[in-house]
């Protein structure tokens, strides 16, 4: 069952986002709740864009952005910033710091004592069945999962109430992805807020998914459980990136 979205904790007001003539997000108003909300849609669609807009690290062309009912602008977006974690695609992590290092940057430049950063550390690491022994690797020394993982641990540091993600198992090969995908479902599920997941995998979609945000050429063309656009299709398109994509798991 869909999560209710009284009172939304993410909202866009008629969001439009240019870069030059171009219009990677068409005029949008879409609101987002408590629960695991997948941004589904072909490569070019508007996920990222729309992803970045919700971290501030994009200002909108035209519209309003809205986190837990407070604009997101320049004078807000250090204090909001500090309640979401972002995964960025495939971790963007520091390659001259160690895992332990690059998870405790925000909480070290925030001035947490050692002794918090270290109890965090550890209730992390337990968290997503990361080796002890890796904090000290540099990220060329870490596996493809355990990188991803490294990520999740920086994103999760602060306890963020807002979770993103963005293509967070797209550059990992399938035994991995598999394995790191129940373990990202365990984490949500503990972590209980809100997430935001993009990605353009049906699969991945219907596994992680309370609610699903289709887009296509920068603009929404349906939202709800899986099984709605699967059942009830808002149009065409749907059915055939539907169609395109099913394989066993996947609802028809």
């Avoid at 939304?8 to 007001?13: H, K, S, T, V, Y």
């Avoid at 508007?46 to 919700?54: A, I, N, V």
């Avoid at 060329?140 to 963020?160: T, Y």
């Amino acid at each position: 069952m869909t999560p209710p979205l009284d009172p939304p904790i993410i909202e866009l007001r008629g969001v439009v986002k240019r870069y030059g003539d171009v219009e990677a997000l068409k005029q949008t108003t879409l609101s987002l709740g408590v629960g695991v909300n997948v941004l589904l849609g072909p490569t070019g669609s508007g996920k990222s864009t729309l992803l970045r807009l919700l971290t501030g690290l994009s200002l909108p062309s035209a519209g309003e952005v809205r986190l837990w009912g407070e604009a997101l602008d320049p004078r807000t977006i250090g204090l909001l910033r500090r309640r979401l974690g972002y995964v960025i695609q495939e971790g963007g992590l520091f390659p001259h710091m160690t895992a332990a290092a690059n998870i405790t940057l925000a909480v070290r430049y925030f001035g947490w004592d050692a002794g918090r950063i270290e109890r965090r550390l550890e209730e992390l690491i337990d968290l997503t069945h990361f080796p002890r022994d890796g904090m000290t690797r540099f990220p060329v020394q870490l596996s493809g999962g355990q990188r991803q993982r490294v990520s999740l641990m920086r994103a999760l540091m602060l306890g963020p109430e807002l979770l993103l993600l963005d293509e967070p198992l797209g550059a990992l090969d399938p035994m991995i992805r598999a394995d790191l995908r129940v373990d990202l479902r365990d984490i949500f599920r503990m972590f209980g807020q809100t997430v935001v997941l993009v990605t353009h995998d049906l699969v991945e979609a219907e596994f992680f998914a309370d609610r699903v945000v289709l887009l296509r050429e920068g603009a929404v063309v349906q939202q709800g459980p899986l099984r709605d656009l699967v059942e009830r299709p808002a149009e065409e398109f749907v059915t055939r990136f539907i169609h395109a994509q099913s394989r066993p798991g996947v609802p028809r």
